[in-house]
């Protein structure tokens, strides 16, 4: 969203993108939030930090950023593969791998590859020698598994406890899933444990805790719409009670 929108004005921007599209495939739901709140600011100091020490790195990020945020190409996807290895090759366990793994499973994504990005993802897990490179994979990786329909593994990722920088995006993860699946009364205790993640770390937990209020609002809504009576072909309501009771 643009920097020069008011807080409010981002807010009212979410509300408009989650009413047309709240009720997507739990796939579509997660990958959105993904991109929304997925800890940009993390890796962009990180990147920055990489790029100043290491040309590799440096030949790897031109090529992802050439498409000006639209999806890859076929050349430019073989120009990462390429790039990336040579990162690999060099470093296999730092933090130039980690986030070679993460441009290369975001690439993934986009091409709706997700058994590559869950591979990607995996090796950062199994690998990674810093605690926030593993909790931003394990986030990712949860987006990923409850986009192929796995939701149970989904929600096995989140539900360990990460660090306290990622304790509101798990929740909010959990709270996706779980109203993916209409389990929404589950779904508002993980937006709730969000809002009150956020609020520990700065007061009021600033727009994310709004909007996530706003996705409070919105289940408890939705758990207490009434249920229309299925009708069978015949006319007859099989759940009216019989005349005379």
Do not use: C
Not at 128 to 143: E, F, H, V
């Amino acid at each position: 969203m643009s920097d020069y929108l008011t807080e409010e004005e981002q807010i009212e921007a979410f509300k408009r993108w989650w009413k047309q599209n709240g009720a997507l495939t739990i796939g579509a739901v997660v990958l959105a939030s993904a991109g929304y709140f997925g800890f940009g600011a993390y890796e962009s100091a990180q990147e920055k930090a990489a790029q100043a020490n290491s040309a590799l790195y440096d030949e790897l990020v031109t090529t992802v950023t050439a498409g000006d945020d639209a999806a890859l190409t076929a050349a430019q996807q073989q120009a990462l593969t390429a790039a990336a290895d040579k990162v690999l090759a060099a470093d296999s366990t730092g933090l130039y791998a980690d986030l070679a793994h993460f441009h290369l499973a975001k690439a993934a994504v986009d091409t709706g590859d997700y058994t590559k990005a869950q591979k990607e993802l995996e090796a950062v897990i199994n690998n990674s020698k810093t605690d926030s490179s593993i909790d931003l994979a394990t986030l990712r990786l949860a987006r990923v598994k409850a986009a192929t329909g796995d939701t149970d593994g989904a929600l096995a990722l989140v539900a360990r406890a990460p660090s306290d920088a990622f304790t509101a995006s798990y929740a909010e993860v959990r709270g996706d899933i779980l109203q993916g699946l209409g389990r929404l009364d589950e779904a508002y205790t993980a937006y709730d444990s969000a809002v009150s993640a956020l609020e520990k770390q700065e007061s009021n937990g600033g727009m994310r805790a709004n909007i996530l209020k706003f996705k409070m609002d919105n289940v408890s809504v939705a758990s207490t719409a009434p249920v229309l009576p299925s009708i069978n072909p015949h006319g007859v309501n099989p759940h009216a009670m019989p005349e005379g009771k």
